[in-house]
């Protein structure tokens, strides 16, 4: 059996394709689970792609893939600008995780520059649309090889 990475979405990132598509596009989260899945099998892994609107149930997701997928590629949404318990989840595993964003947080209004998440992961990738979880699934797959 393949390892396995977990793409997981937070909050909002169920409404991809009808949300703000002048900054976050046109395509959907089915359609952003369907790249990954086609990254992952080019790289060599399965995907477990997942989304919650609900902080607690990220941080239950951080801990299962502490013991089951050999990295996590998170857009954490909103929380990833406020999520203390986000942060510490990250800290409390050790399985390499990349952060993503759709589009360019720092280019946009002031309360995104911050990531809350950004000191616990091992890198950040954004502003290239749905092409940033592919380049996530990259980076992971670099550095777990
Ligand atoms: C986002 C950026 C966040 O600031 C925002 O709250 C989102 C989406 C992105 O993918 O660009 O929900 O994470």
Avoid at 80 to 99: L, Y
Wanted: aromatic fraction near 6%; proline fraction near 3%; hydrophobic fraction near 40%.
């Amino acid at each position: 059996m393949a390892s396995t990475f977990f793409v997981l979405n937070g909050p909002n990132l169920n409404m991809l394709g009808k949300r703000e598509p002048g900054i976050y596009g046109g395509q959907t989260l089915a359609d952003i689970e369907a790249l990954c899945r086609d990254e992952g099998a080019k790289l060599g892994f399965d995907i477990d792609f997942r989304q919650s609107n609900h902080e607690g149930t990220l941080v239950d997701w951080i801990h299962e893939a502490g013991s089951k997928a050999a990295g996590i590629a998170i857009n954490p949404g909103a929380y990833g600008h406020t999520s203390i318990a986000m942060h510490d989840a990250i800290r409390s595993i050790s399985v390499p995780v990349v952060e993503l964003h759709l589009s360019n947080i720092h280019a946009r209004e002031e309360f995104r520059h911050k990531s809350m998440i950004a000191p616990a992961v091992k890198g950040v990738i954004c502003g290239f649309g749905a092409h940033s979880y592919i380049l996530a699934l990259n980076a992971l797959s670099n550095i777990t090889k």
